[in-house]
């Protein structure tokens, strides 16, 4: 089961929910530390496609096309 996280546009009253799953939720975390997939699977224990496989299931659950997009939307989510 995924979390729902909501996040305001800032000029509209509507938002859009980011689904993400706890692993999905720490790739993105790596990823906006600077890490590259190679580093993250290392860190993760996993294989840097499997971690490219997170990120693909990442943009098809929350309709973005590009890993910045992902990353932005995240990171308004958590600033810190």
Do not use: C, F
Not at 28 to 52: E, W
């Amino acid at each position: 089961m995924g979390h729902d996280i909501l996040m305001g546009t800032g000029d509209s009253k509507t938002s859009v929910g980011l689904q993400v799953t706890p692993r999905q939720a720490e790739i993105l975390t790596l990823i906006a530390t600077g890490l590259s997939d190679k580093q993250i699977a290392s860190r993760l224990g996993v294989s840097p496609r499997t971690v490219q496989s997170h990120v693909d299931r990442l943009y098809l659950q929350n309709g973005l096309h590009k890993r910045t997009a992902l990353i932005a939307a995240w990171l308004r989510q958590h600033p810190g």
